[in-house]
């Protein structure tokens, strides 16, 4: 009986693991996605044409919302990759989107495209290492391996695609707002917050 409850619990770790694990994949992807889409309209049709897109999709994002929360609408993906917590509010997914174009409206592409990767790629790092080997608590759930992890992944992207003084301002302003953050949504926080640090360490370190 003992070794079935123990199998039982050990399965519903699993697949509770595998649950997040799809969820941010899922996150990783629509914001990268976002990105990817508006960078290529923009250099083909112009800022116009991607503001335009980016306003099609913010009111795809907001009816999406409204038929779930609201109305009550059954969409699979949505119900499958949701948290408790989610279920009369605002979804990650969503957070993840409107970060992403409060990013590409308000900075530089390539500031917004490493703003964004920092969330959408280390969220994936930091959650599941944290998961998996987080011990030592920093900030609520949050622990020591995973923000350690996904500060290594930060600096290592800032640097990857900006200058010295850019990419370490926004990988350390990334890595302290996702740890900081509980209530407030990480994936609309983040984007933000460094992109902000890229603009300003853009603006006077490198003048």
């Not at 619990?9 to 595998?18: F, I, L």
């Not at 969330?119 to 350690?148: F, Q, S, Y």
Request: charged residues 15%; positive net charge; glycine residues 8%.
């Amino acid at each position: 009986m003992v070794n079935g409850v123990l199998k039982r619990s050990a399965e519903k770790k699993q697949d509770s693991y595998a649950r997040e694990v799809a969820r941010k994949l899922f996150h990783a992807a629509v914001m990268l996605g976002t990105v990817l889409a508006s960078s290529l309209i923009f250099q083909t049709y112009g800022i116009e044409a991607m503001k335009t897109f980016l306003l099609y999709l913010l009111l795809l994002v907001l009816l999406t919302e409204w038929l779930v929360i609201d109305v009550g609408a059954y969409l699979p993906l949505y119900r499958e990759l949701e948290r408790p917590k989610e279920r009369h509010r605002m979804h990650g997914s969503a957070y993840c989107l409107i970060g992403s174009l409060l990013a590409i409206l308000f900075f530089p592409l390539k500031i917004a495209f490493v703003a964004t990767m920092m969330v959408a790629i280390t969220e994936v790092v930091t959650g599941l290492v944290g998961m998996k080997w987080g011990r030592i608590r920093v900030c609520g759930p949050k622990t020591l391996e995973g923000t350690a992890s996904g500060l290594a992944l930060n600096i290592v992207i800032g640097l990857a695609f900006l200058p010295a003084p850019v990419g370490l301002a926004m990988a350390l302003t990334a890595t302290v707002v996702e740890a900081a953050v509980n209530i407030v949504d990480d994936n609309l926080a983040v984007p933000v917050f460094a992109g902000f640090a890229g603009q300003i360490a853009m603006a006077y370190l490198l003048h």
